[in-house]
């Protein structure tokens, strides 16, 4: 059971200065994790429970350019995932999401955001359980900000037609992204039957 409250900056662990060393191309497509990537590429950043599934779900994802999991919104620089899992560096875990604008939209990333995982269960997503398993959306700029924001609402009202109770999903400006350990990256496509604690509401988007 992680903690259930967000720690301060007093509780936090301290930062590491070592950067965590990207030892490989993704996996699944050969791409760099760290770029540089095509002119028309962008970036997303989503927290969703367990960052194994929810990857695997988004390099799934036409217009999708590459991929990665590691760590953001919290306060310790370049923690590692063990230290994620305590609670105490404040991090979701979290999945980079590098698209292809001619392909695909930030829209359509949100809808399958919305649809993959349950929004509402606050400090966890399923059986996982604390604050690195929150959910979030790190907007890049103002119009990620703004699709997100009403993307939010639009599901919410989906969601309390059928009874649920509010989305607790946090809306924040993204900051540094912590990329994880290397046996962490497309986790999935490395071990196919590998725990993905990810399930959608049922509730559609649209």
Same mark, same amino acid.
């Given at each position: *059971? ?5 720690i301060t900056k007093d509780q936090a ?6 950067? *965590? ?26 927290? *969703?429970?367990?960052?194994? /599934? ?33 609670? $105490? ?5 979290t999945v980079m999401v590098v698209f ?21 269960? /606050?400090?966890? #997503? ?6 690195? $398993? ?21 599901? #919410? ?6 009874? *649920? ?9 993204a900051r540094e992204f912590y990329f994880?350990?290397?046996?962490? #990256? ?21």
């Amino acid at each position: *059971m992680g903690l259930q409250n967000m720690i301060t900056k007093d509780q936090a662990l301290p930062d590491r200065a070592e950067k *965590m060393p990207i030892l490989n191309k993704h996996a699944v497509n050969g791409r760099s994790m760290e770029g540089p990537w095509p002119n028309h590429a962008k970036k997303a950043f989503f927290a *969703m429970g367990c960052f194994w /599934g929810a990857e695997r779900l988004f390099w799934q994802m036409p217009g999708v350019y590459c991929t990665a999991v590691g760590y953001m919104g919290g306060l310790t620089k370049n923690p590692t995932y063990e230290e994620v899992c305590s609670g $105490y560096t404040g991090h979701t875990e979290t999945v980079m999401v590098v698209f292809n604008q001619e392909l695909t939209d930030f829209w359509t990333l949100l809808e399958t955001f919305w649809q993959s995982h349950d929004p509402t269960q /606050g400090m966890a #997503q399923g059986n996982d359980k604390g604050t690195q $398993y929150r959910s979030a959306i790190f907007w890049e700029d103002d119009m990620q900000k703004m699709f997100a924001e009403k993307s939010k609402q639009m599901y #919410q009202a989906n969601l309390s037609k059928v009874g *649920m109770g509010n989305i607790t999903t946090e809306i924040t400006k993204a900051r540094e992204f912590y990329f994880a350990e290397d046996a962490h #990256q497309q986790y999935l496509h490395k071990n196919p039957n590998g725990y993905c604690g990810l399930g959608g509401t049922g509730v559609s988007f649209v």
